[in-house]
Structure formats: C-alpha cells, structure tokens
C-alpha cells in the first residue's frame, strides 16, 4: 500500500470520527462578572472638556461638608476606556450598574446605549452590538444629571426633602460577559414574576421546604437550542437538594422560562438568630450536558405568617424590633464600599435590633446580602417621601416596584414591601395598582405589602407614632386580621407640639428637654433624655394590642435637603458613635440569643461633675450593684414606672446623695452569677490620643477599595475619655493609595474626632498618625 493510499484512508476515517462526534458548541462561554469601577475618568459641567479627573467606583458627584445645607445639585460625566475580550463572535457584553443618580445617559463608542431614570435601583446596558468587533479599546461615556426632576421618585424638591440625593454613579458597576445562551438579569428581562432567577418556598416546616425554582433564558444566537436546567442547593459545599426538568427547545432569538419544583429535606431554616443560608447553583445545559451559562447566590429558606395572634417566623411568634436607617455618610453621601455597607448592618445588629426599615427607598445590594448574612429582617421602600404627581411619576412609582421585586425577591431578610410613597397623599387608584403591581410580581399568600394609609389594599398598616395623638397613640388600633407596625417612632412626637406632617414648618421648633434630637455634644444630660423618650415610645408601643413590631426613628445622624444642621435623633451619631440610647436599646434583647447577644451593663453617666447624681444602669440581667470608688452604692433589681412598665428589661436607677471624684462601677448578675461589668472614671486632663477605626466585622484590606471612619479619642494619662474635650486633631496618611476626606484637622466632640479614611487597592503597608498641640502623638498600622 503506497503511502498517498494511506494518506487518504487515515483522511477518511477521521472525516467519518468528526462527523460521528458530537459538534462543538461555539456558545460555550464561561459567565464572567468584573469590578467595573477602576479607572474611570470624571468631570462636572453641562458639556464635556479635557478637565477629566481619575476616580474610582463608588463615587459622589462633590464632596459635601459635615453639615450639607447647599448639596451640589447639577450634570457631572464619567469616562471609561476598556478592552473587551471580542475573539469569539458569540459573547454578549453588559454593564450592569447597582445605582447612578438619578439619571443617567450611557453611549459605548460614541453610540447611544440606554437612557436610565432613577436612583435607587438597577439597570443593564446591552453593549453587544456597540463594542469593537476586535480586541480594541471600548469608550463607556456615562451622563449623570443630578437636578430636580418631579417625574423621577422621590420628586421632591432637594430643598424641601427630608433627606439627601447625593450625585454619581455611587454604587457598584460590572462588566458581565456571557455566550448567546445565558440566564437574564430580572430587570432588565422586565417580565412580571420572572426574568433571572427566581426563588420561592411556599411550605417551609423543620422536615422539609417546598417550592419553585423558575429561570428565564435567553438565546441570542442563530439556532435553535435545546436546553435543560440544573438546579443546586448547597450548604457547607455540600448538595442538600439537586433538580432539574426536562429539556426543551427554545428557538433562535427568543426566550424560555423553566419552572422546576423543589423540596429540601430537614431545611436549615432562616431567622434572626440563626440565618441559615444556601448556595444556589443554576446552570444552563445542552444536549451534551455541557454548560451553556450558569449562575450562584445565596439564599435562605424561611416560612412567615400572620394571623389574628401576630407575626411569625418559622411557626414562632415574635414581636418585631427595628430601627430606620439612612444610606447616607458624611462627606462622601451615598458612596459606600461594600464593606461600609456590612458595617452599618453589623452595628444595627450589635445594637440589639432584629429588623430594619430602609427608609425610603432601596438600599445597595451590599447592605441587603449583609442584612441575609446576619439575620435582620429588612421592610424593603420605594423612594417616595411627602410627593405625589399623577402621570409619569406614577408610571415610574409602579416601575419602581416591579424593579424593586425583581432585584430583592430571593433575599430570605425582606419580609415586608412598602409599595406606598411615604408619608404622600397617594391617590385610592396609585393604591389599589401599587398593590396589584407587587402581588403580580410576587403572587404568593406569604407576601406582605405595606402602606402609611390605612387602605384594605396593604396587608399591614405601618404609620408613624405620632400620626395618631398622645397618650395612646395606636395602642387601641383593631381592624380585625389587619396589624400594624409602627414605622417611626421616638422623635416626631417629642419634636413639635403636634403630630403633623409638615415637618419644614417646624425645623426650628426645638426644645431642649422635650426633643429626641441630639447631638453626642450636647452632653449628658440632653443624651439622657433623647435616651429615655425612646424609652418611654418604647414601653408604649409594646401594649398595642394588634401591633406586631416598631422601628425607631432612627439607627444614625443624617443631612436633609431643607434644613441646616444634622438630623440627631439617631441612637449613633453620623460617624456611628453611639450615644446613650445606643445601649438601651441594646439592653433590651435577652442574653444568649444569638451571637450578637450576650449580657450586658452600661453606666449612662460620665461621672464628671456636672454629671447627675441621678444614675441610670443599662443592663439585661436581673441585678445590678453599683459601686462608688469601690464602696458599694447599692445592689438591685431593676425598677418599674409608667416609662418601664412593660419593658423586658427595665433600667436601674441608682440615687448618689452627691458627686464624688473617682470611679463609678456596674457588676451585673443572672441567678446570682456574675456576667458583666462596666467602669466609668472620672478624666483628669487632656494627655493623649487613643486611634482606632471602625473595624466591625470588616477589618481593611489591601486588595479592596473601602471606606471607613478613623476615631481619634482624646484620653488623660491613664485612658479615659475626656468627653469635655474639643482638640484639635490632625490626620495623617502613611502610605499610598489612601486619602483623608473630610475636614482635617477636626476638632473633637465630646472627646472624640473622626474623619473618613478612602482606600485603595494596594500590595503596600498604609499607617495614619493623629496629632494635637499639646497631646501626645499616635500612629496606627492599617496593613
């Protein structure tokens, strides 16, 4: 046989092993999901110039002082030059954006992708068709207007809203890249109750969970696919549950949703004090079984209801403790790092609370995946606050629902939707669609809307306390079922002489002993009575006898567009600096609950002299002694009143005839056991600095951007805090790749000075030095 002959047979054989092959799928493309927030080039005016600036994301249009009564309002622009992986012809290109404010304009290589309008939530920009066909340089040209727009919720008026809109593409943004074939992002799909992955357990028990997993695909390609899903629940890497379904064509250029029921054998359920969570794994085959795209979050599994008794979780009935709170920081407004998000959700969480109201409109992704991560409930808000306009802000008050449902419906926290614009003169019509909007989108019995306005619409009536009239407030509020949970409580009514609406009117009505409003600097006497209003708002609220939980008004400090000092009726200051009503709150969860819970005492006095000779003992034990300079005061149990007479764990009050310089200390006991202790000391004169940062179950790292507060603490000689002292402190960085913001140097209020330290990736070590005339110098090690 010659050799040509041989050639030709060995062709042969390999034209018929190819043909008898299964063919390659040219669509398989792992999905890939990139930080799209380096290197970005930034400028603001109506018209863009080479006065371009780098900046990374997340980002604020204009830095703002402490106090921000003139908020920088305007157009601003963003530039980004990349280069897209373009080798195969078959990858589909998004950006997806977590939040620009509040209007945003996008074109890819001088084109025109998409128009977005609204702060607070998502969208995707489909680059696919607008990128270079090769591996060239892209240009992602974003304009961000940050002006008045009645049309966009909230609508108001920056200058008469009750908080801030702070400009810039102020949360995360992504390059996600995925073949022709791929699961769709909920919405952006803009599919009632579908698009992505959705995830829903209608009978949760300890022995099993039932549901529905449904998945929407999308094929962008020239041929018709057959596909099948698999579905995975893993926890602790291993599989708990593994479905699928059967497999199904889904023609060129259209789309196909999967519903696959599903029950998870002996479920690690979900709450509070045990947030359980699950990897979700969902992948598209072929007929090969290979992978087409796939998708992983976490999840949980949680069953809830509520009955004439109340509210329950997992069959249990509990009564729901929460706090509000606002996104905002100091300086930077909404451009939180992911980890300052955690932050937030940690301390509300240490605090004592189990839930949060995240006033009034959509929080980031990040502070939602913490609130699963730690166990807080979350009542999830559209933006909306004292503003109604029929038309188009309507039309995207109800878009705004559908988006809010799709980002958040898989999230195991969110157990109520507040489908209602806070606080605004809603129309019976923007009701009845609000709710039919969310219960198209989320047509399960265990789904809970949430409205100010007692409407047989909303499953829950949340108003504010002082939307009713002292002494009792809601107390006696009986519609039957129908439960209410009082939204905001605490400050309102200790604020103005009447419980109205109109809070602009009343900006300057303060009254020192009445107000909940008060500032870490105002002293021990007004941080005592901020303490014991939410106290006494407390106390009440838990005698309702259709009340099934409250949230204070609220968990941290924050600007307001119409008024020109800070908000301060926040348990923490606007550096999250606890003041005394911090730790009554924090007394009030049992010991041992969870892992954030353990027992607890805190002495609310400074014990200076002008300190009160009246002093009150924080502690969720059942005896407290307190000690003056080691001679023992007097041992007790805990006291009731009219302010604590139904409180789990009311304060103590110790009566000191008089001042006397020294050390106060509080020893706590359960069934005559030792279990916590505090000491305060009286401070000699200012000596030294003590540094620190805000850590919170998030320590800094060099590999990640972050945002955190540095806390310079002004102590004597021996440590103590001089909560008189005003010094000066000046921050220093050490390193690159970090920045202070905000003002430096900064005096301290009361004892404590603190700025806003900007990190950046780095492989470099970053330290930062506080110094003060007068005051002995200190440098920290962050890495």
């Given at each position: ?39 970005w ?62 209007e945003?304009?996008?074109w ?16 995707t ?115 708990k ?48 079984n ?38 905002e920081?100091?300086?930077v ?18 605090a ?60 195991p ?60 407030y ?32 009343f ?24 303490a ?32 020109n ?51 009150v ?38 009566n ?30 200012s ?34 805090i ?62």
């Amino acid at each position: 046989m010659n050799l040509i002959y041989r050639l030709y047979l060995l062709f042969s054989v390999f034209i018929f092993l190819s043909s008898c092959s299964p063919k390659a799928d040219n669509n398989l493309v792992e999905r890939a999901k990139v930080n799209f927030g380096s290197d970005w080039l930034f400028q603001k005016g109506d018209t863009v110039n080479s006065g371009w600036q780098a900046v990374t994301l997340p980002h604020t249009s204009n830095i703002e002082p402490l106090v921000v009564n003139n908020q920088w309002q305007g157009v601003s622009w963003y530039k980004k030059t990349f280069t897209a992986n373009n080798e195969k012809k078959n990858l589909k290109h998004f950006l997806y954006f977590e939040g620009i404010m509040q209007e945003a304009q996008v074109w890819c290589n001088g084109e025109k992708v998409t128009i977005h309008k609204g702060g607070y939530l998502p969208f995707t920009a489909d680059i696919t068709n607008f990128i270079s066909p090769d591996n060239h340089d892209n240009e992602i040209l974003i304009k961000v207007v940050n002006t008045d727009n009645s049309k966009i919720p909230p609508g108001k008026e920056l200058k008469v809203l009750d908080f801030n809109l702070y400009g810039g593409i102020y949360r995360n943004a992504y390059l996600i890249t995925t073949g022709q074939v791929y699961i769709t992002d909920a919405v952006h799909a803009n599919k009632k109750n579908g698009g992505g992955v959705l995830v829903h357990f209608n009978e949760v028990s300890d022995s099993s969970a039932t549901g529905i997993v449904k998945i929407h695909v999308q094929n962008d390609s020239e041929q018709k696919k057959n596909i099948k899903p698999l579905v995975e629940f893993v926890a602790d890497t291993i599989i708990k549950g593994e479905f699928s379904s059967k497999e199904i064509a889904v023609n060129a250029g259209s789309s196909i949703s999967f519903e696959i029921p599903v029950t998870i054998n002996s479920p690690d359920l979900w709450s509070p004090e045990t947030p359980n969570l699950y990897d979700l794994n969902v992948s598209i085959l072929n007929e090969e079984n290979e992978t087409l795209d796939n998708k992983s979050f976490k999840t949980g599994i949680r069953s809830m209801a509520i009955t004439e008794d109340g509210f329950y979780l997992n069959g249990k009935q509990r009564f729901i403790n929460g706090t509000n709170r606002h996104q905002e920081y100091p300086y930077v407004g909404y451009a939180l790092s992911d980890k300052a998000q955690y932050r937030d959700a940690y301390k509300i969480k240490q605090a004592g609370f189990d839930f949060v109201r995240l006033s009034h409109y959509p929080h980031a992704e990040a502070f939602m995946d913490a609130c699963d991560e730690l166990g807080l409930m979350v009542m999830n808000c559209i933006p909306g606050w004292q503003y109604y306009e029929e038309g188009e802000f309507v039309e995207n008050s109800l878009q705004n629902i559908k988006d809010m449902a799709r980002r958040d419906r898989n999230h195991p926290s969110v157990i109520f939707w507040e489908n209602s614009l806070n606080e605004s003169e809603m129309t019976e019509e923007y009701m009845v669609k609000a709710n039919k909007v969310l219960k198209e989108e989320l047509p399960y019995d265990n789904i809970y809307s949430a409205g100010w306005i007692d409407h047989p619409s909303y499953d829950i009536f949340i108003p504010a306390r002082q939307h009713n009239k002292a002494p009792d407030y809601w107390n006696d509020y009986d519609k039957g079922a129908r439960k209410i949970l009082i939204a905001e409580y605490g400050d309102w009514e200790y604020y103005a002489h009447n419980a109205g609406f109109n809070q602009k009117e009343f900006k300057d009505l303060k009254e020192d002993e009445r107000t909940s409003r008060q500032l870490r600097g105002f002293g021990e006497k007004r941080l005592l009575q901020q303490a014991l209003n939410f106290q006494e708002a407390f106390n009440s609220n838990i005698k309702g006898k259709n009340t099934i939980g409250h949230a204070n008004w609220l968990m941290f400090d924050y600007n307001r567009g119409y008024a020109n000092d800070i908000e301060s009726s926040g348990i923490s200051d606007i550096f999250r600096i606890p003041k005394f009503s911090y730790y009554f709150y924090k007394s009030q969860k049992p010991p041992y609950q969870d892992n954030f819970t353990g027992p607890m005492v805190y002495i609310a006095n400074y014990w200076q002299k002008d300190s009160s000779g009246k002093v009150v003992v924080y502690s969720n034990t059942d005896t407290v002694e307190l000690y003056l300079n080691d001679n023992i005061v007097e041992r007790k149990k805990a006291g009731r009143d009219r302010f604590s007479d139904s409180l789990k764990f009311p304060p103590f009050t110790f009566n000191l005839p008089e001042y006397k310089k020294g050390s106060l200390r509080a020893v706590a006991y359960i069934d005559n056991k030792k279990v916590a202790e505090h000491l305060v000391t009286t401070p000699g004169q200012s000596a030294r600095i003590a540094l620190s940062y805000d850590e919170s179950g998030k320590p800094l790292k060099k590999s990640e951007n972050d945002v955190v507060f540095l806390y310079a603490k002004v102590t004597d000689e021996y440590g103590n805090i001089v909560h008189s002292a005003d010094n000066e402190i000046k921050f220093e960085v050490i390193g690159e790749n970090a920045q202070i913001i905000g003002e430096n140097p900064v005096k301290a209020e009361a004892g404590i000075a603190t700025v806003l330290l900007k990190t950046n990736s780095t492989d470099k070590s970053l330290s930062v030095k506080a110094t003060s005339p007068d005051l002995e110098e200190i440098s920290l090690e962050l890495y």
